[in-house]
């Protein structure tokens, strides 16, 4: 007769621990924390891509998977006698409390901007005994993406007053990054192409740091889920008709492009 386990976090760490046991699975037995952490990333997004979709269910199901491959860095954390599922909650926990003193202690903070800074204050007087390092630069983590990492150092020699004064001036930039791109085609010289289109895209992602109102991974991720709709509705109008897109000529393309782009416009006004 098999083991009910009750929907709850202990019973999920059970089903690990029972996984990794002797008698367990191989292909739980074998992973590691950097096995692990290569499945992560791949588990976090498709539960990014269900919340961009509003897919309510799968945002359900793939939660569970982020959920299930963090609880097994504990287990693996466990056997190692490194730390335990309590000793992460209560860090995360004390943390929460330590850095909303204005909800828990005696600090104030009306706004998110004020909260914002209190955050700051906090996490740099914790931070206040470690090893002293030798740039700003070094508190950004290599770890993140590539726009996350962007966005960061942006952030970061901003703490500093190294930012631009308007949105405007960021827009000035990019009209001359844009310029210097042209300039390199036009020259024929691929690796400056490539330089000159790296600090294009690092220019927009200023662009989206400086206006604060959304992260540029988020932005992009909005708009490949639209290029990817209207492709495929695109597609379906298309096989409709008893066509492919690989039957059409370039102006055809387009012409069903905007078609569909118009369509979608109108939808989303209703």
Same mark, same amino acid.
């Given at each position: 007769?098999?083991? $009910?386990?009750?929907?709850? #976090?202990?019973?999920?760490? %059970?089903?690990?621990?029972?996984?990794? #046991?002797?008698?367990?699975?191989?292909?739980?037995?074998?992973?590691?924390?950097?096995?692990?952490?290569?499945?992560?990333?791949?588990?976090?997004?498709?539960?990014?891509?269900?919340?961009?979709? =509003?897919?309510?269910?799968?945002?359900?199901?793939?939660?569970?998977?982020?959920?299930m491959?963090?609880?097994?860095?504990? $287990?693996? %954390? =466990?056997?190692?006698?490194?730390?335990?599922? &309590?000793?992460?909650?209560?860090?995360?926990?004390y943390?929460?409390?330590?850095?909303?003193?204005?909800?828990?202690?005696?600090?104030?903070?009306?706004?998110? #901007?004020?909260?914002?800074?209190?955050?700051?204050?906090?996490? &740099?007087?914790?931070?206040?005994?470690?090893?002293?390092?030798?740039?700003?630069?070094?508190?950004?983590?290599?770890?993140?993406? $590539?726009?996350?990492? &962007?966005?960061?150092?942006?952030?970061?020699?901003?703490?500093?007053?190294?930012?631009?004064?308007?949105a405007?001036?960021?827009?000035?930039?990019?009209?001359?990054?844009?310029?210097?791109?042209?300039?390199?085609?036009?020259?024929?010289?691929?690796?400056?192409?490539?330089?000159?289109?790296?600090?294009?895209?690092? %220019?927009?992602?200023?662009?989206?740091?400086?206006?604060?109102?959304?992260?540029?991974?988020?932005?992009?991720?909005?708009?490949n889920?639209?290029? =990817?709709?209207?492709?495929?509705?695109?597609?379906?109008?298309?096989?409709?008709?008893?066509?492919?897109?690989?039957?059409?000529?370039?102006?055809?393309?387009?012409?069903?492009?905007? #078609?569909?782009?118009?369509?979608?416009r109108?939808?989303?006004?209703?």
């Open positions: 007769m098999s083991t $009910v386990y009750p929907p709850e #976090a202990d019973s999920l760490m %059970a089903v690990l621990r029972r996984l990794r #046991a002797p008698d367990g699975c191989p292909w739980d037995r074998e992973q590691t924390r950097q096995s692990l952490a290569r499945h992560l990333d791949g588990e976090c997004a498709e539960l990014i891509y269900a919340i961009d979709r =509003e897919d309510v269910p799968n945002i359900c199901e793939e939660l569970g998977d982020v959920l491959n963090l609880l097994f860095q504990v $287990v693996i %954390a =466990e056997e190692n006698g490194e730390f335990t599922l &309590a000793d992460v909650w209560r860090n995360i926990i943390k929460m409390i330590r850095r909303h003193d204005h909800v828990f202690g005696n600090s104030r903070a009306e706004n998110a #901007a004020e909260v914002a800074a209190l955050w700051q204050r906090i996490k &740099a007087a914790e931070h206040a005994d470690r090893p002293q390092q030798e740039s700003l630069m070094d508190q950004v983590k290599l770890s993140l993406s $590539v726009l996350d990492r &962007a966005e960061k150092l942006q952030k970061k020699a901003a703490e500093t007053g190294f930012d631009w004064n308007s405007e001036a960021v827009i000035d930039k990019i009209a001359e990054e844009t310029a210097e791109v042209r300039e390199a085609m036009a020259q024929k010289d691929d690796e400056h192409i490539d330089e000159e289109l790296g600090d294009l895209l690092f %220019a927009v992602v200023n662009l989206i740091r400086f206006r604060n109102r959304s992260h540029a991974s988020e932005l992009l991720r909005k708009a889920l639209k290029f =990817e709709n209207r492709f495929r509705a695109m597609e379906t109008k298309l096989a409709a008709e008893g066509k492919k897109l690989s039957d059409l000529l370039p102006d055809e393309m387009d012409s069903c492009w905007e #078609a569909v782009k118009a369509e979608s109108k939808s989303t006004a209703k």
